[in-house]
């Protein structure tokens, strides 16, 4: 998650997930180069009268269904206060906004605290990046306040907005309520991002509906192997499976271009497996996913329980190697493979990478490091000293088809399936994944990167 030069931004990014280093920061060189300058930020806690302010346009304003003029003036003391730190809940409001003259008055109200006129369009994306990039704290009591704003507008997410080591002002609404129906649930006409239990699969001959072009995350437990096509992740976004006896789930951020396997069994006594869901949140452009069973909030990237009983236990689920290919590829070289059936696309066939995503997130992440181009792909792993390494896709893919070596800080790399997986020195497999190169290095303290 950041640069060698840039301590500061270390510290930032790492907040992305954890409370324990929170303190704002200097921004990074480049961060000022992008979005100027960051306010002065006070400290301490904020008025009396502020937080009368507050409550009257965030609180009462929705439970009373009113706009009027004591929400104004409320307002307006708000944006006179000089208090960036007040701006957070400002764009939570803007996420939600119903109608265009309350939006343009909180957006002009976030303005004056940034002291910085907003230039785009998507004004709730440009402030939201903004407080991101310049890591501006969160006033005391912002949670309790975001948690009325989220919890009115999507019944579902009261046991889910819980203090922890998340830092909550990163979390913002994905457009979708969350997927709270029982394990095994196979009605999907939801209004959420429906999971997969136990998806139904057929083998390799069967699936005639698959072109041998078509993008699959390839996943092989104890030698038996399983394709997971990406038009069916596209619409589940989370499964929970069991392959080679062990319980996965199975998190695909679309956004992100990352399928990741987590193990669900094999926890300590106690411990029920966690069926893992989608929440409908999001923190900087990562799906929030949670536990149904205890409704602890789980760090996607990491797979580290944040919020909830299992964070409580220190719950980390360990991560298996998911390989991103094509189905001819995977299915050659794994022909006793299965694969999920057609039906689960629920007759969608997205493609939110050349399409929706094509020119980049679409949610804000603030300021990414740029090493690498924002949504380059790569190969991520986790070294056995414990150092995150990213490999640069296309350039370890030549190298390795061209038969050369590819190896950084004691992970090699190695074609397998038209795809990349990775291990250490001794042959010993690594979990490794695909990934846009923002959400890696957001959620990765310290990556190093392999160009070639």
């Not at 006033?139 to 046991?159: C, M, N, Q, S």
């Not at 609404?173 to 997969?196: H, L, Y």
């Not at 990237?301 to 009983?309: D, K, N, Y």
Request: proline residues 8%.
């Amino acid at each position: 998650m950041l640069l060698p030069r840039a301590p500061a931004l270390l510290i930032a990014l790492l907040c992305s997930f954890t409370t324990a280093a929170c303190a704002q920061q200097t921004p990074t060189d480049y961060a000022i180069e992008e979005f100027g300058p960051a306010p002065h930020v006070p400290t301490g806690p904020i008025s009396p009268e502020l937080e009368r302010a507050l409550r009257v346009v965030f609180v009462d304003s929705l439970e009373q269904s009113v706009w009027g003029e004591d929400q104004q003036t409320s307002l307006a003391e708000i944006a006179a206060s000089d208090d960036p730190r007040l701006a957070w809940v400002i764009t939570d409001m803007m996420r939600f906004t119903w109608r265009q003259s309350f939006d343009d008055a909180l957006a002009d109200a976030a303005a004056s605290l940034m002291e910085k006129p907003l230039q785009t369009p998507n004004r709730w994306g440009e402030v939201t990046d903004h407080l991101i990039a310049w890591d501006i704290p969160a006033y005391p009591g912002y949670l309790d306040t975001k948690r009325a704003i989220f919890t009115h507008f999507v019944p579902g997410w009261e046991r889910i907005f819980a203090p922890g080591e998340i830092d909550w002002r990163l979390v913002s609404w994905g457009g979708v309520p969350p997927d709270a129906r029982p394990f095994g649930t196979t009605d999907d006409t939801c209004n959420c991002i429906p999971a997969a239990d136990n998806p139904e699969v057929q083998p390799a001959s069967e699936a005639t509906w698959l072109d041998d072009d078509d993008t699959v995350f390839g996943i092989e437990i104890n030698g038996e192997a399983r394709a997971y096509p990406r038009q069916i992740m596209e619409v589940r976004e989370m499964v929970n499976d069991t392959l080679g006896g062990r319980d996965l789930g199975i998190p695909y951020c679309t956004l992100c271009g990352a399928a990741q396997a987590y193990f669900t069994d094999g926890l300590p006594a106690g411990v029920k497996r966690p069926t893992l869901r989608t929440s409908g949140l999001l923190i900087r452009s990562n799906k929030v996913m949670f536990d149904l069973e205890t409704y602890s909030v789980f760090d996607t990237f990491l797979g580290t329980a944040v919020t909830g009983p299992l964070a409580k236990r220190g719950i980390t689920l360990e991560q298996a190697t998911v390989i991103t290919t094509e189905w001819g590829e995977w299915k050659k070289a794994h022909p006793d493979t299965t694969v999920l059936v057609e039906r689960l696309a629920l007759g969608r066939d997205f493609d939110f990478r050349n399409g929706r995503d094509a020119n980049g997130p679409i949610f804000p992440v603030g300021d990414v490091d740029p090493r690498l181009p924002v949504q380059e792909d790569i190969i991520g792993v986790i070294a056995p000293s414990g150092k995150p390494t990213a490999f640069q896709r296309t350039a370890a893919m030549l190298a390795l088809s061209a038969g050369e070596s590819v190896s950084q800080n004691g992970i090699v790399l190695q074609l397998d399936a038209g795809g990349i997986r990775a291990e250490d020195t001794a042959g010993n497999p690594l979990p490794s994944h695909q990934a846009f190169w923002f959400a890696w290095s957001q959620f990765h303290d310290g990556t190093g990167v392999w160009r070639g």
